[in-house]
Each structure stands twice: as structure tokens, then as C-alpha cells.
Nanobody, 123 residues
Framework: QVQLVESGGGLVQPGGSLRLSCTASGITLDYSAVAWFRQASGQEREGIAC????????YSADSVKGRFTISGDNRKNTVYLHLDRLKPEDTAVYSC????????????????WGQGTQVTVSS
């Protein structure tokens, strides 16, 4: 059974940073495409980036460019999303998703999803 668990969310002040983790069981992330998404209240899900063996495909628009980065740790079977210079408009539930790397990063049709972690940016 595949399970993805996100962690690291919370309340942070504008300008602050967070590191979100996506830890997998039942699937080896080194052989997977792993993506991060976010969904703010009342808005559609937004893709941020996808990661396959240290190669990153950026989904998101200029709103997060240069502030969010993705990385992985194969030993921990974990993919991270580093959030820097956070803004109130970054407030959302952040989720990770995975599928076999053979499917690549094109499109949002991922097979496995985590439950999400809340990020709130507020002073």
C-alpha cells in the first residue's frame, strides 16, 4: 500500500521560510515522479513543481519562481519543498503526489496523493 505523508506546515510570518516534507512508503521515490501542489481556500489546485531524480519541472507561474525549490533525499525516501520569502497569498494546503517516473511530469494525473499540510502566512 502506497502512502505519502506531508509534514512541516504551520503558521509563519510574511518573509519567513518553511521546509515541507513528503515521505513515502510502499513506493521508492527515486523511481517516481513526485510533485507538489497547493490549493488555497476557494481556489483551484495549483501545480508547483515536479521532481524526478534531481531533475525539476516547474509548473507554477511567476508567483513562486525563485522562492520555492524542490529537492530529494533518497535515503529517507523523502522529497522536500523549500518555501522562502513567504507571502500571505502563499497560504494554502500543500500536497504531494507521486506516480511512476515512466509517466514523467507532464500533466497532473498522479496516482498517489498525500493528505496535505496547511501553510498559513500571516503576521
Amino acid at each position: 500500500q502506497v502512502q505519502l505523508v506531508e509534514s512541516g506546515g504551520g503558521l509563519v510570518q510574511p518573509g519567513g521560510s518553511l521546509r515541507l516534507s513528503c515521505t513515502a512508503s510502499g513506493i521508492t521515490l527515486d523511481y517516481s515522479a513526485v510533485a507538489w501542489f497547493r490549493q488555497a481556500s476557494g481556489q483551484e489546485r495549483e501545480g508547483i513543481a515536479c521532481f524526478i531524480r534531481n531533475v525539476v519541472t516547474t509548473y507554477s507561474a511567476d508567483s513562486v519562481k525563485g522562492r520555492f525549490t524542490i529537492s530529494g533525499d533518497n535515503r529517507k525516501n523523502t522529497v522536500y519543498l523549500h518555501l522562502d520569502r513567504l507571502k500571505p497569498e502563499d497560504t494554502a494546503v500543500y500536497s504531494c503526489a507521486a506516480r511512476s517516473s515512466t509517466y514523467g511530469c507532464h500533466g497532473y494525473d498522479f496516482h498517489y496523493w498525500g493528505q496535505g499540510t496547511q501553510v498559513t502566512v500571516s503576521s
